[in-house]
């Protein structure tokens, strides 16, 4: 059964008595029947094509008298992806748009960008559906800073990300963990939205959904306008009312979507209104950086001023509407019922209608319409007041706009006027500096690879008696804002359970930070029974976690100014020889002033481990108390928070766990992890307890990290006040 993985002429298949040619001058060409031109394929500055291969991957490659490659389908990628193929930067997949034909679905798309993988449906603008946010993850978390032109390869057992400046692809961070391959794989974009990944098993099965979200979170599971609940389409109604303002394209295929009764026409605004779904939510909110922070009502008035607008999505926490997210699409693709335990917020949806027709012969929607409900005689004095209300809302607006505006012009001429200054040594303590060609000789021309972290690599060295761990951060410019920052937090405090920053080196475009070397490494290796050599012991897992407790609980509570590190995981958690844990990559650390009650920072940090207040930009020391919490039901439980090698159900730790916690059912979750953790049953309820302590939503009743430790220290004795 051979599957087609890449098409040189998608949407113009040709009939018989087609030719495909090799020549060197055109190089290969495809002409139907009549010998008119469908497709080609030569030498980008137009070099002789002396060859044709295809490569044992897969590739087809067009080469020239060098036998150099001078055209390449994976530079030309349709729908599929094949192991060691490469999406780059400006590269798109897109979907066919069946079976048999192979026109391209131009309602979706997939591309890279800063190192990471980005889903779209529809154009103008394309609406973000992967990164998912239902999993309690807003997208654009960025765990890469903006720079360069990076790509995601697809090899043996996952998806990495990488950025051209490193030459080899498997220097890359892992993006999402695949199947491991038992035979031939291939990976397919599919009209539905799915990526998803096949295998060879007497025959081709589906191993693996790749971007892993649930089924109503596909912006095309139920079309356009349609509802998902539980994987069942419906078209949106009002609630508590029987006006029919959607009705299905075609009655008898449901999950082809809804269209309004009525058309949206732009020539009568006035009669436009919102029809109120509560609780329904929408696959994006989220299409800036900064999420727009504004009020319900605001949020609703933004939509009907603008007849481009075709809905207006709100996303909340609890019950307070005076501050959330607002998103404005101008295509409405499908609907899903809000499972709040799963997102953590609440959403309320408002679909623009147009309540009759604007022509002089007014046309009923339709008879269950007539009833005459909606009452249209608005009287113009009314009117009036509500244009003028509108108008004081777009001033002030405006001035808000210039405020936030004027806000971060400042803050980037004062970040810029940081970066060019190339003055460090005012950091107390560190006051010498290494010079480059001291770290060269340190480490022995930078010869031992220890590991890559987000912004730079890591190699091992030796200082005189001491071995250090040197991080060279990547190059031209890059990541200077994370070595500032980290030069900064970490330079002139000191705690056993901070890594020490012992120099650091700035020479030109060189930026070197040189640490006390950890030799077991980064916690993420050690705790995760998947693939774990010798998983660690109760015992140990404890100290790490007082360990984690402690350092935190440092930076937040004792430092001179608050610290909060904002990307606390395992892999910024580093064991010694005794397996005593230390904090480390301050990159994204910010300090907050004691008298300031939040930092304003872009939303960053990494998926899986960041706290729901990410959403609305209220960032305060309390997310590294949420990633604590993630991190301990890591440790305890042996697994990843997100792991999408689980069945669906079971893909998000911190839902299972409030799931069994609501059903007074914790112990279910011990079975996961083997013998020795039966042996310590009650201690792990209880540090499930203290774990969801620490995750809840609403930041404020999250536990100070010096609480945490004294529980921790106490041995986690009997009735503590968790929850
Ligand atoms: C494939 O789909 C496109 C777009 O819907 C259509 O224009 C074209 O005729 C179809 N081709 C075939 C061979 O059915
Ligand atoms: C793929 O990975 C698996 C396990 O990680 C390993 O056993 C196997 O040798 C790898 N195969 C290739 C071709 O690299
Ligand atoms: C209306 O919304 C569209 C799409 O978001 C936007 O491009 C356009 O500028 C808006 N028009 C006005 C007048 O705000």
Redesign the pocket.
Request: charged residues 0%; aromatic residues 0%; neutral net charge.
């Given at each position: 059964m051979a599957q087609v993985v890449w098409a040189a002429n998608r949407?113009r298949?040709v009939g018989e008595g087609a030719t495909l040619s090799l020549t060197a001058a055109a190089g290969l060409v495809l002409r139907d029947a009549d010998g008119s031109l469908v497709w080609s394929a030569d030498g980008s500055s137009g070099e002789a094509v002396a060859g044709l291969t295809i490569t044992r991957s897969g590739n087809l490659v067009l080469l020239d008298g060098n036998n150099a490659s001078v055209w390449r389908s994976f530079d030309h990628p349709t729908d599929c992806l094949v192991p060691g193929q490469i999406l780059a930067e400006g590269m798109v997949l897109t979907p066919n748009?069946?079976t048999?034909?192979f026109?391209a679905n131009d309602q979706l798309h997939i591309t890279v960008r800063d190192a990471g993988l980005y889903a779209y449906a529809g154009s103008s603008p394309p609406q973000l559906y992967y990164p998912d946010h239902t999993t309690g993850n807003p997208p654009f978390a960025e765990t890469k800073p903006k720079y360069g032109s990076s790509y995601i390869a697809f090899i043996n057992g996952s998806l990495i990300s990488s950025f051209n400046s490193s030459s080899t692809v498997s220097a890359g961070d892992v993006l999402i963990d695949l199947a491991p391959p038992r035979s031939l794989q291939y990976m397919r974009f599919e009209t539905d939205g799915h990526l998803r990944l096949y295998e060879w098993q007497n025959g081709w099965a589906v191993v693996q959904d790749v971007l892993g979200a649930g089924d109503c979170a596909y912006p095309t599971v139920c079309g356009q306008y349609g509802l998902c609940n539980n994987g069942q389409c419906s078209c949106p109604s009002e609630d508590n009312s029987n006006l029919a303002y959607f009705r299905p394209v075609d009655n008898r295929r449901i999950n082809l979507g809804c269209m309004p009764v009525t058309p949206i026409s732009c020539a009568s605004m006035q009669d436009h209104k919102l029809l109120a779904l509560s609780n329904v939510s929408y696959f994006n909110y989220v299409d800036a950086d900064l999420p727009q922070m504004i009020d319900e009502e605001s949020c609703k008035k933004a939509c009907l001023r603008n007849c481009s607008c075709k809905a207006a999505f709100f996303q909340y926490f609890g019950n307070n509407t005076s501050q959330g997210s607002c998103y404005l699409p101008t295509q409405v693709f499908s609907l899903q019922v809000n499972q709040l335990e799963v997102t953590h917020y609440s959403s309320s949806a408002y679909l623009k209608v147009q309540i009759t027709q604007p022509s002089p012969s007014p046309r009923r929607p339709s008879p269950s319409n007539s009833n005459g409900v909606v009452n249209r005689s608005t009287p113009t004095g009314k009117r009036r007041i509500v244009a003028g209300a509108i108008a004081g809302f777009t001033v002030a607006g405006v001035s808000l706009l210039a405020a936030i505006i004027t806000r971060l012009v400042v803050s980037w001429r004062r970040y810029q006027h940081r970066d060019d200054d190339d003055e460090f040594g005012e950091v107390p303590g560190m006051t010498t500096r290494f010079t480059f060609e001291q770290l060269k000789v340190a480490t022995r021309q930078f010869s031992k690879l220890l590991g890559k972290g987000g912004f730079g690599s890591v190699f091992e060295g030796q200082i005189g008696e001491h071995r250090v761990a040197v991080k060279q951060l990547d190059r031209a410019g890059q990541g200077k804002k994370e070595f500032l920052a980290e030069v900064e937090t970490i330079g002139n405090i000191h705690h056993i359970n901070l890594v020490r920053l012992i120099r650091f080196c700035a020479e030109k475009s060189q930026r070197l930070l040189v640490y006390e070397y950890m030799s077991k490494g980064s916690l993420d290796n050690w705790i995760y029974f998947r693939d774990a050599n010798r998983p660690l012991d109760w015992q140990t897992r404890c100290r790490i976690i007082t360990d984690i407790a402690k350092g935190l609980a440092y930076l937040h509570e004792e430092c001179r100014q608050r610290i909060a590190h904002l990307d606390i995981k395992p892999q910024n958690i580093l064991l010694d020889d005794n397996f005593s844990a230390k904090l480390s990559d301050f990159g994204l650390s910010k300090m907050i002033d004691r008298d300031m009650s939040q930092v304003v920072t872009r939303m960053r940090g990494t998926p899986g481990y960041l706290a729901p207040e990410w959403l609305t930009s209220q960032i305060t020391e309390k997310v590294d108390i949420y990633s604590f919490g993630v991190v301990v039901m890591e440790i305890i439980s042996g697994r990843k928070n997100l792991d999408y090698s689980q069945p669906q159900e079971n893909v998000h730790l911190i839902s299972i766990l409030q799931e069994k916690a609501r059903n007074d059912q914790l112990e279910d979750l011990i079975g996961m992890n083997g013998d020795e953790m039966q042996i310590h049953k009650e201690e792990l309820i209880q540090m499930m307890k203290l774990a969801m302590w620490c995750l809840q939503i609403d930041y404020n009743k999250r536990p100070q990290m010096s609480v945490v430790v004294k529980v921790l220290e106490a041995k986690a004795t009997k009735e503590q006040p968790y929850q």
């Open positions: 949407g298949p748009i069946s048999t034909n026109t």
